[in-house]
C-alpha cells in the first residue's frame, strides 16, 4: 500500500467514503502530478495531502489542480516538503470571498477624511497668510473652516497620493482574481489629518506571483504621483534662514531621493552650511509625506507591501528578515532616543506595532512556484527604492543659536502658529506627537480579516 492515513475512531461508512474521496483526487492528480504517499491529515476526509512531484511548470499544474479538486468541493495548497518534493493538500471546502462590503461605509469614510485634511491644510494655509493673531484664541479652531477651500492644495496633493497608492493595489489585485475591497480611508485628527488606507483582502492569495504584483503595485502607483507633484511644491517653497526670534523648529527628515529633488529644484543640497533650508508649501509638505508612505510601506516586515515582496521572493525566509527588521527598527530607535533626537520614539513604537501586530506573513495557496526573472529584477528596483525614500529620522526638532534676547522665545502655541514662528511650516503640536505611520495596502492574514499595514 502507498498511503498512511489516520482513521482512528473512524467508522465504516466514513472509512469507505474516504476511500472513495481519496480515490476522486488521486484521478484528478493523473498527469499532473507522480503520487509517492498520501495522508490523511484531519479524518475522514476533511483535509488530504499528496506527496509526489509535479510534472512541467508548477503554476500551471496547480492551476489545473485547483480547477479539478473545485469540482469536488476541494481547496488545493501547494507547498515544498522537507524533501525536495511536492505537496498537494486537499481541504474540503472553497476558499470564497465573505459578504461584500458596503461602499456606503467606503464614501463615508472617504469624505471624513477628505473633510479632516482639507482642515489641517487650510490651518496650514491661513498661517502662512498670517491671519492669525492671537494664537490663544479659542476660537481660532474655527477659523479653518471658513477658509477650508485654502486646505485643497495640501488635501488634493496628500489624497492624490493615497488614492494613486490604493487604487493601484485594487486593480492589480483584481486583474490576478483576488477579492478585495474598495480603500477605507482612516481619517485622524494629527499633522496630516489621516492615518492613511488600507483595502481588505477577502481571500488568500492565489501565488507568489499575485503577491509580488500586488505588493509593488501601491509603492509605484503612489510614487508616480508623489514625485512630480513634491517637484511642483518645491518650486513654490523658499529656502532661508530661520526668522529671526525663532529658536526651534521641526525638520522634516532627508531621504536620498528627497535630498536629490531638492537639488535639482535649488541647485543647492539643504539644509547647507549657512543653515538656511527650504520652507515647505502645503503641497510639498504634502508629496514629502508620500515619499514617507512608501519608505514605511517598503520595510520587509509581516503584510506592509515590503513583506510582501520580501516573501514573494524567499519564501518562509522572509519571516526571519522580518524579525530582523523589526530589530533593527529598535535599535535604532533606541540610539536616536539615547543620542537625543526624538525621532527615535517613531521607529521604537513602529517595532513596538509590527512585533505585536504584524510579525507574520500567510502563505499564498500556490507556495512553490516561483516569480520568474523578470519580478525578480523589478524585486530589486524596489530595493532601490526602498534606499532611495528610507528616511532615518522622518521628524526631528532643531534648535538655532539667538543672541539673548527678549524677543527670542521658544513657541508654544497652538496648531494654527504662525510657520514663521515655528519653521517648516508644520504646528507646533508636531513637536509632541510625532507622525504617525500611514495604513497604506492590502489587509490580508488568517481568515482574510486581520488588516495588512501597508502604512
Known amino acids: 500500500m502507498d498511503s498512511e492515513h489516520t482513521d482512528a475512531g473512524v467508522g465504516n461508512s466514513d472509512s469507505a467514503n474516504q476511500l472513495v474521496v481519496v480515490g476522486l483526487l488521486r484521478r484528478e492528480l493523473a498527469g499532473l502530478m507522480r503520487i509517492h504517499i498520501h495522508q490523511i491529515i484531519t479524518p475522514p476526509d476533511q483535509a488530504i495531502v499528496f506527496r509526489g512531484q509535479i510534472d512541467g511548470d508548477t503554476g500551471t499544474a496547480f492551476d489545473e489542480i485547483t480547477k479539478r479538486f473545485a469540482r469536488h468541493n476541494y481547496t488545493a495548497l501547494l507547498r515544498r516538503g522537507a524533501d525536495g518534493s511536492h505537496e498537494v493538500y486537499a481541504t474540503r471546502g472553497l476558499l470564497t470571498s465573505q459578504k461584500p462590503s458596503n461602499p456606503v461605509v467606503n464614501l463615508v469614510l472617504f469624505l471624513a477624511t477628505a473633510f479632516v485634511v482639507l482642515y489641517i491644510g487650510a490651518g496650514y494655509a491661513i498661517q502662512d497668510a498670517g491671519l492669525v493673531t492671537d494664537a490663544t484664541d479659542p476660537s481660532i479652531i474655527l477659523l479653518p473652516l471658513r477658509y477650508i477651500h485654502l486646505g485643497l492644495p495640501f488635501a488634493g496633493t496628500l489624497l492624490g497620493i493615497l488614492l494613486a497608492h490604493e487604487l493601484s493595489h485594487?486593480?492589480?489585485?483584481?486583474?490576478?482574481?483576488?477579492?478585495?475591497?474598495?480603500?477605507?480611508?482612516?481619517?485622524?485628527?494629527?499633522?496630516?489629518?489621516?492615518?492613511?488606507?488600507?483595502?481588505?483582502?477577502?481571500?488568500?492569495?492565489?501565488?507568489?506571483?499575485?503577491?509580488?504584483?500586488?505588493?509593488?503595485?501601491?509603492?509605484?502607483?503612489?510614487?508616480?504621483?508623489?514625485?512630480?507633484?513634491?517637484?511642483?511644491?518645491?518650486?513654490?517653497?523658499?529656502?532661508?534662514?530661520?526668522?529671526?526670534?525663532?529658536?526651534?523648529?521641526?525638520?522634516?527628515?532627508?531621504?536620498?531621493?528627497?535630498?536629490?529633488?531638492?537639488?535639482?529644484?535649488?541647485?543647492?543640497?539643504?539644509?547647507?552650511?549657512?543653515?538656511?533650508?527650504?520652507?515647505?508649501?502645503?503641497?510639498?509638505?504634502?508629496?514629502?509625506?508620500?515619499?514617507?508612505?512608501?519608505?514605511?510601506?517598503?520595510?520587509?516586515?509581516?503584510?506592509?507591501?515590503?513583506?510582501?515582496?520580501?516573501?514573494?521572493?524567499?519564501?518562509?525566509?522572509?519571516?526571519?528578515?522580518?524579525?530582523?527588521?523589526?530589530?533593527?527598527?529598535?535599535?535604532?530607535?533606541?540610539?536616536?532616543?539615547?543620542s537625543g533626537n526624538e525621532a527615535g520614539g517613531f521607529w521604537l513604537l513602529w517595532a513596538l506595532l509590527n512585533l505585536v501586530l504584524n510579525r507574520q506573513h500567510p502563505a499564498p495557496l500556490d507556495d512553490v512556484t516561483p516569480i520568474g526573472t523578470n519580478r525578480l529584477a523589478l524585486g530589486l528596483v524596489m530595493i532601490a527604492i526602498f534606499v532611495l525614500t528610507f528616511m532615518p529620522a522622518p521628524l526631528r526638532e532643531v534648535r538655532f543659536d539667538a543672541p539673548d534676547s527678549p524677543q527670542t522665545t521658544r513657541s508654544t502655541a497652538a496648531v494654527l502658529t504662525p510657520p514663521s514662528e515655528i519653521g517648516r511650516g508644520m504646528p507646533e503640536t508636531a513637536r509632541r506627537v510625532f507622525i504617525d505611520a500611514p495604513a497604506i495596502g492590502v489587509a490580508d492574514a488568517d481568515e482574510q480579516v486581520a488588516l495588512w499595514t501597508d502604512a
Open 170 to 338: 485594487f486593480f492589480v489585485a483584481r486583474r490576478h482574481g483576488s477579492p478585495v475591497s474598495l480603500p477605507y480611508f482612516i481619517p485622524m485628527p494629527n499633522i496630516l489629518g489621516t492615518m492613511g488606507a488600507v483595502i481588505v483582502q477577502r481571500a488568500p492569495m492565489r501565488s507568489r506571483k499575485s503577491l509580488f504584483d500586488i505588493g509593488v503595485a501601491g509603492p509605484l502607483g503612489g510614487l508616480i504621483v508623489a514625485i512630480p507633484l513634491l517637484v511642483i511644491g518645491l518650486s513654490l517653497s523658499s529656502v532661508g534662514l530661520p526668522p529671526a526670534g525663532t529658536e526651534s523648529a521641526i525638520q522634516e527628515g532627508n531621504s536620498l531621493l528627497y535630498l536629490a529633488l531638492k537639488y535639482l529644484v535649488f541647485g543647492e543640497i539643504l539644509p547647507n552650511s549657512s543653515g538656511a533650508d527650504v520652507w515647505l508649501h502645503p503641497v510639498a509638505f504634502a508629496a514629502w509625506a508620500g515619499l514617507l508612505v512608501t519608505a514605511i510601506n517598503l520595510i520587509p516586515v509581516g503584510q506592509l507591501d515590503g513583506g510582501h515582496i520580501s516573501y514573494a521572493i524567499l519564501g518562509n525566509r522572509a519571516r526571519m528578515l522580518g524579525r530582523l527588521t523589526i530589530a533593527a527598527m529598535a535599535l535604532w530607535g533606541g540610539w536616536l532616543m539615547l
